[in-house]
């Protein structure tokens, strides 16, 4: 009897405390970001995570410049894990499409890039479109890529010779969603 109340009380005490705890803030801040992509007023992080996997580019013939060619982005193909590295969706396209692994997912308008360090593709916002489904996508209003390591153009070069031919590099970056508060 006494066990019993002593695991009683300490049950008590317990969910008192974590009563009392300030909610977990998100790890993730956009103070430092260009003002260009970061996310307006009045929208919080719903989910962060982390993007791993290929960008596709097509050598093609620049469209106004005859006899000049170039790397054209095609799409991602990539996995989205959460912060412990679990994978919780994945992304990919054409259109550019995140789906959450409960089968809910978005595409999204680009409103801003902002450059990066070398080698990286940019920083980037998008305003989500409604979500298709229900689930995590649900009431999704923006996603900001940031963090992004690699994913640029191939550096061999684009030419009459490979045109048609496409490359595949790898890139992360982090992609945060925010949800209306």
């Known amino acids: 009897m006494m066990i019993r109340t002593a695991i009683a009380l300490a049950a008590v005490s317990l969910v008192a405390a974590c009563g009392t705890m300030a909610p977990m803030a998100p790890t993730y801040s956009q103070a430092a970001l260009p003002a260009t992509v970061q996310v307006p007023a009045g929208n919080k992080v719903s989910m962060e995570t982390v993007g791993v996997g290929d960008i596709t580019y097509e050598c093609r013939a620049k469209a106004a410049a005859a006899g000049e060619f170039e790397w054209v982005f095609v799409g991602p193909d990539a996995r989205l894990l959460d912060r412990s590295g679990r994978q919780v969706g994945k992304y990919y396209g054409p259109p550019a499409t995140w ?3 409960d089968g809910s997912k978005l595409t999204a308008v680009q409103l801003a890039v902002a450059p990066n360090v070398a080698g990286s593709i940019p920083l980037q916002l998008v305003k989500a479109n409604p979500a298709m489904g229900a689930g995590a996508m649900q009431g999704v209003t923006f996603i900001q890529r940031v963090d992004t390591r690699g994913g640029v153009a191939p550096a061999t070069p684009c ?20 949800k209306a508060m």
């Open 99 to 101: 789906e959450s692994a």
């Open 159 to 178: 030419t009459a010779a490979t045109l048609g031919s496409k490359q595949v590099v790898k890139y992360q970056a982090d992609y945060i969603f925010y």
